[in-house]
């Protein structure tokens, strides 16, 4: 089972009571509801007080579980249950169902009867008729409730008159159980004209139809045609008596030394069959029923037999396929999401790797339910779970783009730490400081791009930043220019004081060289003037006894002549220099010198 359901001891599936009729006990269903497994159903039916019990009980594994019963009163009402491990079939759960005896005296009123045998007929995959004695004719009037087999179930809702195909009988096959005939208190010879038979050939034997149109012929016919129709899968096992009559009432308790050995071999036998051989229980369209499912068909089909209609196979169906191809859909979205979480690592790197992703787990999710559903309404489910599966890869699509925004965000947060601490410290807040913080705010983007795993968002987030900077880049850049305009307004200014102080700094070497030419300039003309001045007092010194020499010479000659006097003074004016000459010779100097102060000086 799914999770192991333990069952100690069968459980009521179907309960018939007088008062309440037909009822699905839920303590039933909801240890079905638990089983997700497929499910092999054997059911027992037959006469009350005929063993049924017992062998089920081995089927079950154990001697004790479904009452025996020591008396004529019938101890099983209605249908009850026992879930065991399928000791064969791992992954499969065995249901053993046992029914209700057939012909209890003291029911009275037998009209559930073939409710049961229906019920039991339709739940089961296979079906245990057990009997006492031989199969004759006895026997197969007791299993008259299979002649009115297609009074209390129906094939369709609505025949269709094109559908023809297959006839109502092999319609009825695809719902039907196999058959076990099983023959209590066998003592007969399994021989036939003096030759040994199989259990199978005796069971061929006692189905074969007698020729004829005679309405006792056809009384003995019905009920073999009937068998050989609904169940062409069918087998028999014989059984002797298990026991003396006296050991019988404590059968259960028996120890195997106390039971008849052939009876054992028989039972080993019969139970090994049913373990190894016994099909799954299915529905038309080879649809494996779980616990689940044949719960909800009970259900279905008491419902159904409660309102006075009678159960119709195709609805059954069509009312599981409802409810199993819903689970489906379920399933393979509850799939689809749980594949996408373990194996998606949000962000990816791009959208298309989540897309990828997010194939490989939608055919995963649709392989799922393809197994589990129905054909019958699975277009409509079907676009239901492409619509469920389409809204679930939104939210993953929503949640990648979020986690690579969140992933985005954080990256940029860490990286524009440094940044933010040179703008809080006024790093940028100088002049040619914008073309810094575009340098490092690029260098920031840089190291962005070089992160990995940023995912889908990663473009946008880093728009989004850029974005949120522009006003501070603006006014970094505002602040920038303010500066710079401060910066050239001093340094023109500046440059200005400069230029001016070279201007007089020139000027002033100018002015030195100028003085330091005129006193150079100055001391020639003092040097030319002492020169002069020598010359010229030399040569009126000369001259001066010259003009001497010359007066004494004509006063000599003109004393000696006239006899006259001359004036001294007179005589020395005239050989000294007239202001012509001295006026003549200023100006020379004057010339010399490049200036008139010198000739003052030399006046003076």
């Known amino acids: 089972m799914a999770s192991e359901t333990h069952m100690p001891v069968p459980v009521c599936l179907i309960e018939n009571t007088p008062a309440r009729g037909l009822v699905v006990r839920p303590e039933a269903l909801q240890v079905l509801s638990k089983i997700t497994q497929p499910v092999v159903v054997v059911a027992i039916t037959g006469l009350y007080r005929t063993g049924k019990s017992y062998l089920m009980n081995r089927l079950a594994g154990q001697r004790r579980g479904f009452s025996l019963g020591s008396t004529v009163q019938s101890h099983t009402k209605g249908i009850w249950m026992w879930c065991v491990p399928h000791p064969c079939r791992p992954g499969h759960t065995l249901v053993l169902l046992d029914t209700e005896g057939l012909g209890d005296v003291e029911k009275g009123d037998t009209k559930n009867d073939t409710w049961i045998f229906v019920l039991t007929i339709l739940l089961s995959s296979t079906l245990i008729y057990n009997s006492r004695g031989t199969i004759d004719q006895l026997a197969m009037d007791q299993l008259h409730y299979v002649v009115k087999l297609t009074d209390h179930v129906k094939l369709k809702a609505a025949p269709k008159e094109s559908e023809d195909e297959l006839d109502d009988s092999e319609k009825f ?11 209590r208190d066998f003592t007969l010879h399994l021989k036939k004209d003096g030759k040994e038979i199989s259990e199978d050939e005796y069971l061929e034997e006692a189905l074969k139809l007698k020729a004829g149109s005679s309405q006792e012929t056809q009384r003995y016919n019905q009920p073999r045609e009937c068998i050989r129709q609904f169940f062409p899968d069918r087998k028999c096992f014989v059984f002797e008596q298990p026991a003396s009559r006296k050991d019988l009432v404590r059968l259960e308790d028996l120890q195997d030394d106390e039971i008849n050995p052939e009876f054992q071999q028989q039972v080993e036998k019969f139970c090994s069959h049913i373990w190894e051989k016994s099909p799954p229980k299915t529905i038309p369209g080879g649809h494996i029923i779980t616990g689940n499912l044949l719960g909800k068909l009970a259900t279905t089909y008491v419902e159904t037999i409660r309102s006075g209609a009678v159960p119709c196979l195709e609805s059954a169906v069509l009312a599981l396929a409802e409810i199993e191809n819903a689970a489906a859909v379920k399933e ?19 959208i298309q790797e989540l897309l990828e992703l997010h194939s490989q787990c939608e055919q995963e999710a649709l392989e799922l339910f393809m197994a589990r559903a129905f054909k019958d309404g699975i277009c409509h489910f079907q676009a239901d779970l492409i619509s469920q599966v389409e809204a679930v890869k939104a939210k993953f699509c929503k949640d990648n783009e979020q986690a690579s ?18 703008i809080s410290d006024g790093v940028y807040s100088v002049s040619g400081g914008y073309e810094l913080f575009k340098e490092d705010q690029q260098a920031l983007v840089e190291k962005y791009w070089e992160l990995p795993g940023k995912g889908v968002k990663a473009d946008a987030v880093l728009q989004e930043f850029l974005q949120s900077r522009k006003t501070l880049a603006k006014s970094i850049l505002n602040t920038d220019r303010s500066l710079t305009e401060k910066d050239r307004e001093l340094k023109s200014k500046q440059e200005q004081h400069e230029r001016a102080e070279q201007e007089r700094a020139v000027q002033r070497q100018k002015e030195a060289e100028e003085r330091q030419k005129l006193e150079d300039q100055l001391r020639s003309w003092e040097k030319h003037v002492l020169q002069l001045r020598k010359k010229l007092e030399n040569c009126s010194e000369k001259q001066l006894k010259e003009q001497q020499k010359m007066i004494r010479h004509k006063s000599k000659q003109a004393g000696m002549a006239k006899g006259s006097q001359l004036d001294p003074s007179h005589c020395f004016l005239s050989l000294w220099p007239s202001p012509c000459t001295h006026r003549a010779l200023a100006d020379n100097l004057t010339v010399f010198t490049g200036g008139g102060c010198v000739a003052q000086r030399w006046l003076l």
Request: some cysteine.
């Open 173 to 183: 096959v695809l719902f039907f159980p196999t058959l076990i005939w099983a023959v």
């Open 332 to 350: 393979a979205v509850t799939l689809y999401q749980d594949l996408m979480a373990q194996r998606a690592k949000l962000p990816t790197e791009n």
């Open 405 to 422: 925004y969140e992933k985005c965000k954080a990256a940029l947060g860490d990286l524009s730490q440094d940044l933010e601490k040179r």
